[in-house]
């Protein structure tokens, strides 16, 4: 059962292949939406500071019934957070708000401010002091494991340069007809474990009528097929929903993808249009309007 499999992080600490996204669950629905993913498996919870739900999703933490070091919990520093006593005070903050006293993971959100996201300025001194406030807050045991998220290639070599802890994770788009294989196989070889959030493009891969048709193929639906493609890429999938129905189904992913229909959907022309989330950074590749 995919619930129960996990990866081994680099620096030996276990995550698990599939977990809960919470991106635009809203607050007062977090903590439900957290206990029914609890009770049928999930162990890994995704949040962030930007999703203004840190509070809700620490809520259904800490009452679903489960003891706290059984639970995977995730969060990010705020992307507009550029100073080592900016990102270490959010820290702190996230903490108080989820009542935890630690994290399992904490990554920088974006390499840039949102407003600035792939823009010509790339806060590369900027980011190696954030990263300094993570890796503070792993020392004093606030964090497990640290990590980014939205980091190209050169954004990973200008922390890997000077860094003490090397990132485990890069949290990234991913999903078919969207899969930057350069970037997920430099990732590989430098044992930064890929995080796939959006695995169903949020949405658009169930307008595809080459996903629709693979899925039929082999009997599942296209949430189960995008899920499954990123399991099998070697990423953790980290699906977005609060209804219990998905959920289940989500997680219903044990079945494999041939390798010639595994190359097929790698290969798959990448989808521009995301419909009317096209404004934000993440799929539109541009600077917050």
Request: proline residues 4%.
């Amino acid at each position: 059962m995919i619930l129960q499999e996990t990866y081994t992080l680099a620096n030996g600490i276990a995550i698990p292949k599939l977990g809960l996204g919470t991106w635009f669950i809203d607050n007062n629905k977090a903590a439900q939406a957290v206990r029914t993913a609890v009770e049928l498996g999930y162990r890994l919870i995704d949040t962030a500071q930007a999703y203004g739900n840190e509070q809700g999703v620490g809520k259904g933490i800490r009452t679903c019934g489960l003891k706290r070091e059984e639970l995977f919990v995730a969060s990010k520093v705020a992307a507009e957070h550029k100073t080592y006593e900016d990102a270490a005070r959010s820290i702190d903050e996230t903490l108080e708000k989820m009542g935890l006293t630690y994290l399992d993971q904490m990554l920088i959100h974006s390499p840039q401010p949102w407003r600035e996201f792939r823009a010509e300025k790339r806060y590369f001194q900027e980011n190696r002091a954030v990263w300094r406030a993570l890796e503070d807050a792993q020392a004093a045991g606030k964090v497990r494991v640290i990590g980014v998220s939205n980091f190209l290639r050169d954004d990973l070599e200008n922390l890997l340069t000077g860094c003490r802890v090397r990132p485990a994770v890069n949290q990234l788009l991913l999903h078919i007809a969207g899969t930057d294989l350069p970037l997920l196989d430099y990732c590989t070889r430098q044992d930064i474990r890929v995080e796939a959030y959006s695995p169903i493009a949020h949405g658009e891969a169930l307008k595809n009528p080459a996903i629709t048709a693979m899925a039929e193929q082999y009997g599942v639906s296209v949430p189960q097929l995008c899920i499954r493609y990123v399991l099998q890429l070697g990423a953790v999938a980290l699906p977005k929903t609060a209804d219990p129905g998905h959920m289940r189904s989500n997680a219903a992913v044990d079945f494999a993808i041939s390798p010639e229909d595994m190359e097929t959907l790698r290969s798959m022309e990448h989808l521009t249009d995301y419909g009317d989330y096209n404004g934000f950074p993440v799929f539109s590749g541009k600077p917050l309007a």
